[in-house]
């Protein structure tokens, strides 16, 4: 048996599965995005501390592709920075 993926890695793989809200969120704490509940609608915002802006994310299951893609890119930007720091 295979071992098994980084939550992150399997976003990237797989971006049209059935993600939920539990997964963006345990994607987020992995990686170190915060993950704003919402305060009178139904839409998360994370958010780097690394980066400029937010993604919003509807809480509606499932999630559509395009915001899974769009979180992987965020979390690859947000890293990509938290490396470049380590190196230097």
Known sequence: MAPKLPMLDQMRANPRADW?????????????????????????????PLLHGHLTVPARRPIKAIYIRQ???????????VRGKKDS
Do not use: F, W
Not at 22 to 37: A, K, M
């Open 20 to 48: 939920d809200i539990n997964h963006v969120r345990t994607c987020c704490e992995q990686n170190g995005i915060d993950l704003i509940p919402p305060t009178g609608g139904s839409h998360y915002k994370a958010k780097s």
């Open 71 to 81: 979180l992987v890119n965020m979390i690859d930007a947000h890293l990509t920075i």
